[in-house]
């Protein structure tokens, strides 16, 4: 099957009904961003299309988000690349929550720090990251230079964004996340960690956090 390049394959994941998301890249090759559970839905949709995972990137670090992080590597041995915020407590027995999730593992072998401003190039693809604190310290996003897809995680959804009641969340540093993502172009496609993508336009008419 034919994917282009840089489009997002969604697979919803879990019992949070995550986004994982498979992007496209050089032919053959894609990058995973957030397997938060069902790895063996994650690894049909790649064999489905004829791809293999150069990258896996993760938006943050709560469990729900990197739950099938170890067995993707174990089927492919890529780079995971995370912000140091979110890996010094995300691959640990307390990032879990059951019944629905049970440890991530430990961290994993080629575990790589993200920093605001850094580009990341793997598949073909290369994506800009935004640091964008608040739902957890080290959440990011992570922006697909040639389409300008933003992977936005558990930053902003349709209509709402990311809670900041769990341990290491703050309000006032999502709002200056949010006020970041406000500055986007506004033709900027969002796809979410959780439900439905969206824009940055649609969002700064109509979400109340954005307005």
Same mark, same amino acid.
């Given at each position: 099957? @034919? @994917?282009?390049? !840089? @489009? $997002?394959? %969604? *697979?919803v994941v879990g019992p949070f009904e995550v986004n994982c998301y498979v992007v496209p890249g050089a032919p053959g090759a894609a990058v995973v961003i957030d397997p938060g559970a069902d790895a063996e839905s994650v690894l049909e949709a790649l064999a489905a299309h004829g791809l293999r995972p150069e990258a896996i990137l993760l938006t =943050?670090? =709560?469990?729900d988000h990197v739950g099938a992080v170890h067995a993707i590597l174990a089927a492919h041995p890529v780079p995971v690349h995370m912000h140091p /915020? /979110?890996?010094?407590?995300?691959?640990s027995p307390r990032n879990q929550l059951p019944p629905f999730y049970g $440890? $991530? !593992?430990? %961290? %994993? $072998?080629d575990l790589r720090p993200v920093r605001d +401003? /850094?580009?990341? +190039?793997? &598949? +073909?693809? *290369?994506f800009d990251v935004l640091a964008t604190p608040g =739902?957890?310290? !080290?959440?990011?996003?992570?922006? #697909? #230079? &040639? @389409? !300008?897809?933003?992977?936005a995680g558990d930053t902003l959804f349709h209509g709402s964004v990311g809670r900041t009641d769990l341990p290491g969340g703050d309000g006032r540093v999502l709002a200056a996340s949010l006020r970041r993502l406000r500055a986007l172009p506004p033709e900027t496609r969002v796809f979410a960690g959780h439900g439905p993508s969206t824009t940055i336009g649609h969002e700064i008419r109509t979400n109340p956090f954005l307005l």
């Open positions: 099957m @034919t @994917t282009l390049s !840089g @489009t $997002p394959i %969604p *697979v =943050h670090g =709560h469990c /915020d /979110d890996a010094a407590w995300s691959f $440890p $991530p !593992g430990p %961290p %994993p $072998p +401003g /850094d580009r990341i +190039g793997a &598949a +073909g693809l *290369v =739902h957890s310290p !080290g959440s990011v996003c992570f922006r #697909e #230079e &040639a @389409t !300008g897809a933003l992977f």
